[in-house]
């Protein structure tokens, strides 16, 4: 697995869900493919337009268990499991990121809610 790849992946999952990201459309529209789609823990499907033009959940949240899956050379599938602090929930994520004109942007993300809490996941 290249390591490299997954930390700065994983480091451009971290801002997805920063506040400070979330709350600015410049740096949401920069890191979003412009056919960005998502599957909200809510159920409900946004693209990149509603999630830059009605603004995305801004809730305080860590990231625990990553792990990248390449699917080709410019397109990786990365599922994580985030604990909300904010909504006191936690929720089963994955994403898709591809590699366009040499900068990784987020295509595909859906998050699940999940009864798991963090110890359980980590004894697992």
């Not at 790849?5 to 451009?12: F, M, N, P, T, V």
């Not at 599957?39 to 305080?60: A, F, N, Q």
């Not at 699917?71 to 590699?99: G, H, Q």
Request: charged fraction near 25%; hydrophobic fraction near 35%.
């Amino acid at each position: 697995m290249n390591q490299h790849l997954k930390q700065h992946l994983q480091e451009l999952e971290k801002m997805h869900i920063s506040i400070e990201v979330r709350k600015s459309r410049v740096e949401l529209d920069k890191l979003l493919a412009d056919d960005f789609f998502e599957i909200g823990s809510s159920g409900y499907m946004l693209d990149k337009k509603e999630c830059l033009e009605s603004g995305v959940g801004l809730t305080e949240m860590s990231l625990h268990n990553y792990e990248i899956f390449p699917l080709a050379s410019d397109v990786v599938l990365t599922t994580y499991f985030i604990v909300d602090k904010t909504r006191n929930r936690n929720t089963l994520r994955s994403s898709i990121w591809k590699r366009i004109d040499g900068s990784w942007q987020l295509y595909f993300h859906q998050g699940t809610i999940t009864p798991l809490k963090l110890n359980e996941l980590l004894k697992g």
